[in-house]
């Protein structure tokens, strides 16, 4: 019991081990993956309070405040709302037992230690998430000039016709406007990354 209590105490059995693909159906995160739509799990870190299931659309985290705490609060953070940024992988030292990965999710901050001798799996979710991050950043980037295009042509067509627009004119201008932005969101909000995972999940 002290030896439990200790290592506790020092985080030692807080950290995290990647969990083999066999074995997803095996932990707590699973029964709360969207499978009847098409989510799918691709990397899932298991602590002895915590668990981090990446999906291609979502991370589940399974909150817990300690390992002696059975108490655990179910977080899902989507892709599509919420950018990834920050991502850093910090290596272990010779006395090290982990190593750690860290992120921004939206305006939440993680930080997981992981097993070191698994180094070369976190490596690929490190790559996986670098890529997710630089093509948020680009679709976002791309958003904004769309989004400023569409408004230097509504003025000049603002200016071009004045008031001399009928309702029948600006009703179908509105639903084009209105048809464009949704397309042009849906274009560069990606909620499913299922094509990065399955490039850099390798090991």
């Known amino acids: 019991m002290f030896k439990k209590l200790a290592s506790d105490v020092m985080g030692l059995s807080d950290i995290g081990k990647i969990i083999d693909p066999s074995d ?3 932990v707590d995160s699973d029964d709360y993956v969207m ?5 799918k799990i691709f990397f899932l870190i298991k602590s002895k309070s915590d668990e981090y299931c990446f999906t291609n659309t979502a991370l589940i985290h399974l909150d817990g405040d300690s390992a002696m705490n059975s108490k655990r609060v179910l977080k899902r953070i989507t892709y599509k709302s919420h950018t990834f940024s920050d991502v850093k992988l910090e290596t272990a030292g010779n006395i090290d037992l982990d190593v750690e990965i860290k992120f ?13 001798k698994q180094i070369e799996k976190l490596k690929d979710l490190y790559k996986s998430l670098i890529k997710i991050a630089s093509i948020q950043d680009e679709n976002a980037k791309k ?3 769309s989004d400023e295009s569409l408004s230097v042509s509504i003025n000049a067509l603002k ?3 004045g008031s ?3 309702k029948s004119e600006f009703a179908s201008l509105n639903e084009y406007v209105y048809d464009w932005k949704v ?3 849906h274009e560069f909000h990606v ?5 990065v995972f399955e490039k850099y999940i390798l090991n």
């Open 104 to 116: 921004r999710l939206g305006d939440e901050s993680y930080s997981i230690d992981v097993d070191k």
């Open 35 to 39: 499978h009847e739509d098409g989510e």
């Open 159 to 161: 200016g071009a016709f």
């Open 143 to 145: 958003l904004d000039m």
């Open 183 to 185: 397309a042009k969101h």
């Open 191 to 195: 909620d499913d990354f299922s094509e």
């Open 164 to 166: 001399n627009v009928s």
């Open 24 to 26: 997803y159906d095996k």
